[in-house]
């Protein structure tokens, strides 16, 4: 009996406070939210997501050590905000986060709960890396945690807090179980864009349109629940159900074009593959359209096989965007540096009076890459294995990491792929630097910076650059496990340059005053 009490009494404890968290986030669902975001902290277990990922081949080997690591450490910042008495995140979405650059965070704290606690602990995390669209600005209101990426968004979040006029009670009962969930039900603004704007499809998606999704559905989304016990639904609530039977219509349409395609796949087979993709079928009852992985655990499997191709995709895709982006900052860099110095560059290696070399470009554009600390501590007429220098080499720097996980050993060395062209001809060939004036054949025509293979990687304070062969200018930057590499260029660009360009192109490319044409890229 003692024991039936106890079992009763925790489910009414759960039942206040997701009915306390349930009004406090009601609090702030102004009608301009178009969506609701939440997780379950207490739900998650970081390294069992990752020991599941990680058998399914979803994380990259290269990257697992790295990502123990940060379970690790996310489970011991989780157990901090559970202990200080937080459950459930949310985060509301606004079209005008678009102008504001993220979202809005809204974190109920349990009574009895430290609130400051969870303050300090979501300011540390949030502000060790300033990612775009991550909350800068926090503040505790009546026990609930409100982050914001720009003070006006969280001013507005503070100060206007009337309840919403939509009955959203059947959609959080629909999302509210999910350890991770999202919650789309739009706006006036939205709903008019979407029936505005929403592009005509072909058949047999051709009553997909703009006047249905506006018009037609209430409200939709997903609900997941994490490892060991995974499990996944899609809902989408109709006004009606001939509309609900038309919206199933389409999916079921949508996965048949799937299934129709043309199959390669090396060891996924087609029957296979279609049996998986039977398993999104959707369900239809009372105006609502369901799609639940019941066999989510037993498919799991299957769904790694076929999603592994898009994910590596994907992981290439950012890591070539970061590559990118990181080039753009060392090519803005050199521009800064030349703005200082007369509109001259800086040479490959810095030198002393009798000819010898010190220290490389990279530690001289150090304070021009926001490093002015790490800068300061070099000794500027040493060179870089000096016993004081030396050290430092250790230290590198993020903008000359490669995003790649396959180089972390080389980042621990110290080295980087990162590189400019120094043989004879190039814009680094001058013991006295470059002008962009001797650049005549054209900035945007002329390599500043490159990607060598990791073979001919660098200690990056060391005076040591590519040294291009001009008769075979691809030995050094031609990859074997990707068919491009990286490039800048003086105009500040960056760019990628294919495999299969061809010698002669890349040889006009690499020289600054060698009058060749170049393509237009």
Known sequence: MRILFGLVFVCLAQLATAADEAAALKNYLTDDVVAVAH??????????????????????????????????????????????????VYLLFRVSDVTNRGTSWV???????????????????????????QPKFWETVDGVVLGATTEKQLEHLKHTRPQTTRDLDDAWAAFGQGDIGLTVFGDDDSRRVVREMFPPLPEPLAALNGELLADGLLWGGFSLKLPPQPDFEIVIQAKDNPTAASVAELITAGLGMIKVLPWEHPTLEAAAHEALISRFAPQVEAARVRIHLSQFASDAQQLAILLNPPFRSARQAAHRAERMNQFKNIALAFHNYANKHDETLPAAASYDAQGKPLLSWRVHLLPYLEQQALYNEFHLDEPWDSEHNLPLSAILPSVFVDPDPALRKLHAEGKTTYVVPASDGTLFDSQQ????????????????????????AVIWTKPEDWQVDLDHPLRGVKRSDREWFTTAYCDGS?????????????????????????PYP
């Open 39 to 88: 997780c379950d902290l207490s739900a998650i277990d970081p390294l069992k997501v990752l020991q599941w990922g990680s058998s399914l081949g979803l994380v990259d080997t290269a990257e697992h050590d790295e990502a123990a690591q940060f379970a690790t450490t996310a489970q011991a910042r989780l157990n901090e905000l559970v202990d200080a008495g937080v459950s459930r």
């Open 107 to 133: 974190v109920p704290v349990a009574a009895g709960g430290d609130a400051n606690a969870v303050l300090e602990v979501l300011r540390e995390v949030t502000t060790r890396k300033q990612d775009v669209g």
């Open 494 to 518: 960056a760019r990628v340059i294919e495999n299969s360009i061809s010698e002669e192109e890349l040889r006009a490319r690499l020289t600054k005053a060698g009058k060749e044409v170049v």
């Open 433 to 456: 630097g470059s002008t962009f004036k001797e650049v005549i054949d054209g900035t945007s025509n002329t390599v500043m910076l490159v990607e060598v293979v990791p073979e001919r």
